[in-house]
């Protein structure tokens, strides 16, 4: 099927059309089913398509992966853990984990500290929204136009980068902003921080807003400044929600990849092992090590879904 507008029309027209035709025939199906136990089976019946998506398109691929993760480069000879040493032996991997180490603890402490930091300052003014809105729109922006355009902010020639004109209009000379390590590692992910940033606050700011006004009322009446109001009455109260935001940022930070391949490609020690999977995999064509790499970076990130998840539980019991 080489015509787009049919391929097109086939999917507005025709992914519409099966699940209603599904949700027909099950209604249909669940007429000649004793009436008690329809309500129990209905649900199953409801979400068999959703699961059996997930089962295709997320199950089978990450028992593939970690099966991958254990032969050779072709995929064709069992080489049990020589992936895995290769990957703990590599001073290429080592570095990337290095990187993703900062990344993970400069994106969250950065995104979140600044968040919470406009948040807390915007919360009682009456431009608020207007902040609010400048500050969140990066977060309309993907991280490959984002990379596209920090690229430039870090040109090293003074006519295209604008951070070198600054400099330069300082008589600091013009910075090696993505071609000097560490420094660019720290380059990538302020690029990351300026484009989070907006979801800490608006996430905080939903926080703030849920605190009692007549709390902080009464820590006033009893003398207490503004700053022991925030490090006695306020943070204690947002610490569930930083935590969210904060484990959000970690699983942002691990599968780090976008900005870094459009700005660096990991090049002058810049690697992140979602890049150096990628590389692997496509440069190298080894698809054990890229296989070993993604299990690794699964197992990083899972406990943080988890407890993302048991947080969000936690909170909904509460309301």
Known sequence: MNNPLLTSGLVIIGVPAAVVGYILLIEFILRFLPSRIVPRVRP???????????AVFLVYPTIDTIRRSFMDRYSEKFVGLANYEYLFGSKDVITALVNNLLWLV???????????????????VKY???VKSVVFLPMAISFVAAGVIWRFMYD????????????????????????????NTFALI????WMQ???????????????DAELLEAARVDGATEFQIFRKVIFPLLLPTIAVISTTMVIIALKAFDIVYVMTNGNFHSEVLANRMYKELFNVGHFGRASAIAVVLFIAIVPMMIF????????????
């Open 44 to 54: 199953y019946l409801w979400i068999t398509p959703a699961l059996a998506f997930l």
């Open 308 to 319: 993302n998840i048991r947080r969000f539980r936690e909170q909904e019991a509460i309301r």
């Open 190 to 193: 302020a690029v990351a921080v």
């Open 156 to 183: 090293f020639r003074p006519e295209v980068g604008t951070l070198n004109a600054v400099a330069g209009a300082f008589n600091a000379g013009p910075i090696a902003w993505l071609s000097e390590s560490p420094l």
């Open 197 to 211: 940033v907006g979801f800490a606050m608006v996430i905080i700011s939903a926080g703030l807003k849920g605190i």
């Open 128 to 130: 608020e929204p207007e």
């Open 106 to 124: 400069f994106l969250t402490v950065g995104a979140v500290g600044f968040g919470l930091l406009i948040a807390v300052l915007v919360d009682r």
